[in-house]
Protein backbone atom coordinates (compact mmCIF):
# COMPACT_ATOMS: atom_id res chain seq x y z
CA UNK A 1 0.00 0.00 0.00
CA UNK A 2 0.87 3.83 -0.71
CA UNK A 3 -0.50 6.66 0.67
CA UNK A 4 -0.40 10.00 -0.35
CA UNK A 5 -1.23 13.34 1.95
CA UNK A 6 -1.50 16.38 -0.20
CA UNK A 7 -0.74 20.03 1.38
CA UNK A 8 -0.35 23.81 0.11
CA UNK A 9 -2.96 24.77 -1.47
CA UNK A 10 -5.02 27.80 -1.23
CA UNK A 11 -6.15 31.15 -1.86
CA UNK A 12 -3.94 33.18 -4.27
CA UNK A 13 -4.62 36.03 -6.52
CA UNK A 14 -3.94 35.87 -10.66
CA UNK A 15 -0.53 35.86 -11.50
CA UNK A 16 0.13 34.54 -7.99
CA UNK A 17 2.20 31.10 -6.79
CA UNK A 18 1.42 28.24 -4.48
CA UNK A 19 3.83 25.06 -4.05
CA UNK A 20 1.90 21.95 -3.47
CA UNK A 21 3.63 19.33 -1.92
CA UNK A 22 2.24 15.36 -1.56
CA UNK A 23 4.10 13.20 1.24
CA UNK A 24 4.23 9.38 0.26
CA UNK A 25 4.22 6.50 3.22
CA UNK A 26 4.21 3.28 2.88
CA UNK A 27 5.86 0.68 0.17
CA UNK A 28 7.92 3.45 -1.94
CA UNK A 29 10.04 1.65 -3.47
CA UNK A 30 7.47 -0.35 -5.79
CA UNK A 31 6.30 3.60 -7.03
CA UNK A 32 7.63 4.15 -10.67
CA UNK A 33 5.77 7.34 -11.47
CA UNK A 34 4.03 10.24 -9.15
CA UNK A 35 2.23 12.76 -10.86
CA UNK A 36 -0.61 15.91 -9.95
CA UNK A 37 -4.17 15.86 -11.34
CA UNK A 38 -6.92 18.26 -11.15
CA UNK A 39 -10.55 18.24 -11.46
CA UNK A 40 -13.15 21.43 -11.80
CA UNK A 41 -16.39 21.78 -10.85
CA UNK A 42 -18.56 20.04 -13.37
CA UNK A 43 -15.46 18.66 -15.38
CA UNK A 44 -13.45 15.43 -15.43
CA UNK A 45 -10.52 14.95 -13.55
CA UNK A 46 -7.07 15.72 -15.97
CA UNK A 47 -3.43 15.04 -15.70
CA UNK A 48 -1.37 18.52 -15.17
CA UNK A 49 1.91 16.85 -14.70
CA UNK A 50 3.70 13.50 -14.05
CA UNK A 51 7.55 12.26 -13.21
CA UNK A 52 8.60 9.04 -13.80
CA UNK A 53 11.54 7.43 -11.50
CA UNK A 54 14.01 8.32 -14.48
CA UNK A 55 13.31 11.42 -13.95
CA UNK A 56 11.06 12.01 -17.16
CA UNK A 57 8.66 14.98 -16.77
CA UNK A 58 5.27 15.59 -19.24
CA UNK A 59 2.55 18.18 -18.83
CA UNK A 60 -0.14 18.93 -19.66
CA UNK A 61 -0.21 22.44 -22.39
CA UNK A 62 -2.05 24.30 -20.50
CA UNK A 63 0.27 24.49 -17.46
CA UNK A 64 4.01 24.39 -19.65
CA UNK A 65 6.50 26.91 -18.46
CA UNK A 66 3.90 27.94 -15.43
CA UNK A 67 4.32 24.38 -13.65
CA UNK A 68 7.32 22.32 -12.41
CA UNK A 69 7.11 19.05 -10.74
CA UNK A 70 9.72 17.37 -9.02
CA UNK A 71 10.63 14.64 -6.36
CA UNK A 72 12.63 14.45 -3.14
CA UNK A 73 13.28 11.32 -2.56
CA UNK A 74 15.35 11.71 0.44
CA UNK A 75 11.39 13.15 1.84
CA UNK A 76 9.53 11.35 -0.33
CA UNK A 77 7.80 13.89 -1.13
CA UNK A 78 6.41 15.09 -4.85
CA UNK A 79 6.38 18.91 -5.25
CA UNK A 80 3.93 20.86 -7.42
CA UNK A 81 5.54 24.69 -8.25
CA UNK A 82 2.63 26.53 -10.05
CA UNK A 83 3.99 30.12 -10.86
CA UNK A 84 1.56 32.84 -13.04
CA UNK A 85 -1.23 31.40 -11.57
CA UNK A 86 -5.27 31.83 -13.70
CA UNK A 87 -8.85 31.86 -12.67
CA UNK A 88 -8.93 28.77 -14.41
CA UNK A 89 -6.36 26.75 -12.64
CA UNK A 90 -9.07 26.57 -9.67
CA UNK A 91 -9.17 23.01 -8.95
CA UNK A 92 -8.93 20.09 -6.79
CA UNK A 93 -5.30 19.01 -6.99
CA UNK A 94 -4.58 15.35 -6.57
CA UNK A 95 -1.52 13.02 -6.09
CA UNK A 96 -1.39 10.32 -8.11
CA UNK A 97 1.29 7.41 -7.84
CA UNK A 98 1.34 4.30 -9.88
CA UNK A 99 3.14 1.40 -8.37
CA UNK A 100 3.77 -2.27 -9.27
CA UNK A 101 3.48 -4.86 -6.13
CA UNK A 102 2.57 -7.89 -8.39
CA UNK A 103 0.12 -6.42 -9.93
CA UNK A 104 -0.39 -2.80 -10.90
CA UNK A 105 -1.76 -0.20 -8.53
CA UNK A 106 -3.15 3.58 -8.44
CA UNK A 107 -3.62 5.78 -5.18
CA UNK A 108 -4.60 9.00 -5.03
CA UNK A 109 -4.58 11.51 -2.01
CA UNK A 110 -7.24 13.29 -0.42
CA UNK A 111 -6.75 16.26 -2.68
CA UNK A 112 -6.28 20.08 -1.99
CA UNK A 113 -7.79 22.69 -2.85
CA UNK A 114 -6.44 25.75 -5.21
CA UNK A 115 -8.57 28.86 -6.01
CA UNK A 116 -7.06 31.29 -7.96
CA UNK A 117 -9.12 34.66 -7.62
CA UNK A 118 -9.11 38.48 -7.46
Known amino acids: QVQLVESGGGLVQPGGSLRLSCAASGIINSIYSMGWYRQAPGKQRELVAA???????NYADSVKDRFTISRDNAKNTLYLQMNSLKPEDTAVYYCNAVAIVGVRNTYWGQGTQVTVSS
Open 51 to 57: LSNGGRA
